[in-house]
């Protein structure tokens, strides 16, 4: 496309959002006061805790698993995987893979033995034969810290979205925008808790689904079914050629940048497995066998959704080229929104409706996921903090609901504030960051918790603490805060750790310190409670 071509075609979008806005506004308004509704309405069916945390534990393997594949499928799979794809080819598809193949990990380790083993948190298997106040401190410290993280990348992409469609540029307008989604998160958890949250997640999963569906649809129409073109096209689009079609592009032009790849394939594979809000998905099904199903089902829907990802990020490429992309953001985050006013017709109603839909949909993703979240960090902090270390197991269900609710409004703060910070960076990347902070922090210990008979509650407490502080420590004087025209605080460079993702490290580090502080531990296994807690996690007998 030539530099003229080019201009004209943003100039010619820009007006066009521009004239249907109050069509655009009025669909998205739609969407957002449907998914409230549900909320009210589910709200008023949540009379106790275990509606609360566990939405009563009525849902059935299907409808589990629709609300698993909608509380997985988030912003940075829709906007982020869509626009590194678009802009990377190869290397970008690597999240769709690694996201994926993370569910193995989930259904074969985690899953069941979780739901057999566990009540509401984490921090209720942990804490079963190990001392229960320091474990089950650090299991909400922990929760709550990678949830933040993940919200931030949801942030980032509400502020994207919201500002292409409202047009606006200033950073006070996307501050906003992410102000707003905060609100709108803390409602979402506190009027419906988890019966609140599945509802909305499950009408997301089939709207994200049928709009993906219908936009790999169009794109494949556009170059006649046949997959060869749309990817040659793509790759002279791009500027690249064939390189982009290969490995290397983002990762692989030097060593570090390899090591890198092999981290962050790391991280996105065995974080699933460690992440809170998917962890807390599995109590709210009636059996174990729902909670295997479930995962099944999960497994299908989103291994649809990420091959339809390669549909849209080569799409994208091959039909708006890589310089549009990056001149409404330069992280390729709102590839796909684009690519939908595209395909409808760009300065048409039917690219405006198009557009819209699309955005309200993955607008109603962040929403559903970002209050996924806040559960999952309440919860935490109610249940294994307030409830069991605070307060020694003598608060009542009110007061733990209370808290719960109390802390929700802290948590959407703090993430507003961090999210702000955020709103220019790739969200698949930073969500690639709370898989490595997950897999670090909670997977070794849950693993170790339910397979190893000598762990401690040392050992427990290395891993956690030292898995997260590692993680974190490793992530800020990593090239992601400084160091690079694209990294959250670009005017300065305090970066001396060179890879953007510290799961190569950290997840290793994790692992061996919850052995050695077992292993070094003064403090005798409890054989007995392990003994029980391997009964109950295979056989779900005695589970709530």
Known sequence: MSAAAHSSSLVLAASSTTEHRPLIISLFAVFVAATLAITVWAGRQTKSAADFYAGGRQFTAFQNGLAVSGDYMSAASFLGIAGAIALFGYDGFLYSIGFLVAWLVALLLVAEPLRNSGRYTMGDVLAYRMRQRPVRTAAGVSTIVVSIFYLLAQMAGAGVLVALLLGITGDTGKILIVALVGVLMILYVTIGGMKGTTWVQMVKAVLLIAGALLMTFMVLWKFDFNVSDLLGTAAEKSGHGKAFLEPGLKYGATGVSKLDFISLGIALVLGTAGLPHILIRFYTVPTAKAARKSVNWAIGIIGAFYLMTIALGFGAAALIGPDEIKAKNPAGNAAAPQLAEYLGGVGTTGGAVLLAVISAVAFATILAVVAGLTLASSSSFAHDIYANVIRRGKATEKEEMRAARWATVAIGIVSIALGAMARDLNVAGLVALAFAVAASA?????????????????????????????????????????????????????????????????????????????????????????AELEVKSLTGTGAH
Do not use: C
């Open 442 to 530: 909670n997977l070794p210990t849950i693993l170790y918790s339910l397979f190893w008979k000598r762990f401690t509650t040392q050992g427990a407490l290395w891993s956690i603490y030292g898995g997260l502080a590692s993680s974190v420590v490793l992530v800020l004087f990593s090239p992601v805060v400084s160091g690079k025209a694209s990294s959250m605080f670009p005017d300065v460079d305090f970066a001396w750790f060179p890879l953007e993702n510290p799961g190569l490290i950290s997840i290793p580090l994790g692992f061996l310190l919850g052995w050695i502080g077992s292993v070094v531990s003064k403090e005798e296994p409890d054989t007995d409670k392990y």
